[in-house]
T-cell receptor, first 110, second 114 residues
Framework: TQLLEQSPQFLSIQEGENLTVYCNSS?????LQWYRQEPGEGPVLLVT?????EVKKLKRLTFQFGDARKDSSLHITAAQPGDTGLYLC??????????FGTGTRLQVFP | GEEVAQTPKHLVRGEGQKAKLYCAPI?????VFWYQQVLKNEFKFLIS????????ETGMPKERFSAKCLPNSPCSLEIQATKLEDSAVYFC????????????FGNGTRLTVT
C-alpha cells in the first residue's frame, strides 16, 4: 500500500505564527500536489510540484518538493484565521489517480 | 458547467438499502474520479473513468459498489446493500488530462447509513 504520512495531524496556533506541515513517503512520486479543504466542500488545489528540490511560493505559503521526490513540506508564514482548514498532500505516479496523504487539520485563532 | 456538481448533498439509508450518488463533471473534462473520505480526513480512491470507459477500478469494493459514466448522463456511484462502514463523504472529481491538469472536486455527497 502506498502511504503518504502527514505530520502533524492537528495544529492549533495563534494568528501571526509560522508553521510547517510535512508529507512523507517511502515511494518516489512523479508529482505532488497540495490541497486545502474547508468544511462542506471538496479539496481545492493549491500547488503542484514536479521537479525534485523545487520550491514554489503562493503568497504566504511556501511549498518544497524533496530532492528525491519522496517528501514535501508546506510552510505558512504569519498564519491568519482564513488559513484554517484541512491540508492534504497528494502524490501521483504518472497515472491517473492521486494518492492522498493522511491530512493535517489547521486551526488558526485570532 | 464550470463546476463539478454532485447530488444529493446528503443521503440517509438504512443498513441493507441501496444508495445512488450522481456526479456531473465539468464540461470538456474526459476523466472522472470517485473518492471516499472517511473520518473527515482520509481520502480513499475508488474508481476512475476516461469518458465512459473504466480507467482504474483498483479501489472499488466490487461486491457491492458499482459505477458508470454514460454519454449525456451524469456519472453515478451505486452501493447495493449498504453497510454502516459505508458512511462517508463521497467526492467526485474531473480533469482534462490528469498528468497535466489538476483535479476539480465537487462538494461531495454525505452518505449516512443507519
Amino acid at each position: 500500500t502506498q502511504l503518504l504520512e502527514q505530520s502533524p495531524q492537528f495544529l492549533s496556533i495563534q494568528e501571526g505564527e509560522n508553521l510547517t506541515v510535512y508529507c512523507n513517503s517511502s515511494s518516489v512520486f512523479s508529482s505532488l500536489q497540495w490541497y486545502r479543504q474547508e468544511p462542506g466542500e471538496g479539496p481545492v488545489l493549491l500547488v503542484t510540484v514536479v521537479t525534485g528540490g523545487e520550491v514554489k511560493k503562493l503568497k504566504r505559503l511556501t511549498f518544497q518538493f524533496g530532492d528525491a521526490r519522496k517528501d514535501s513540506s508546506l510552510h505558512i508564514t504569519a498564519a491568519q484565521p482564513g488559513d484554517t482548514g484541512l491540508y492534504l498532500c497528494a502524490g501521483s505516479y504518472n497515472t491517473d489517480k492521486l494518492i492522498f496523504g493522511t491530512g493535517t487539520r489547521l486551526q488558526v485563532f485570532p | 458547467g464550470e463546476e463539478v456538481a454532485q447530488t444529493p448533498k446528503h443521503l440517509v439509508r438504512g443498513e441493507g438499502q441501496k444508495a445512488k450518488l450522481y456526479c456531473a463533471p465539468i464540461k470538456g473534462h474526459s476523466y472522472v474520479f470517485w473518492y471516499q473520505q472517511v473520518l473527515k480526513n482520509e481520502f480513499k480512491f475508488l474508481i476512475s473513468f476516461q469518458n465512459e470507459n473504466v480507467f482504474d477500478e483498483t479501489g472499488m469494493p466490487k461486491e457491492r459498489f458499482s459505477a458508470k459514466c454514460l454519454p449525456n448522463s451524469p456519472c453515478s456511484l451505486e452501493i447495493q446493500a449498504t453497510k454502516l462502514e459505508d458512511s462517508a463523504v463521497y467526492f467526485c472529481a474531473s480533469s482534462q488530462a490528469p498528468e497535466e491538469s489538476p483535479l476539480h472536486f465537487g462538494n461531495g455527497t454525505r452518505l449516512t447509513v443507519t
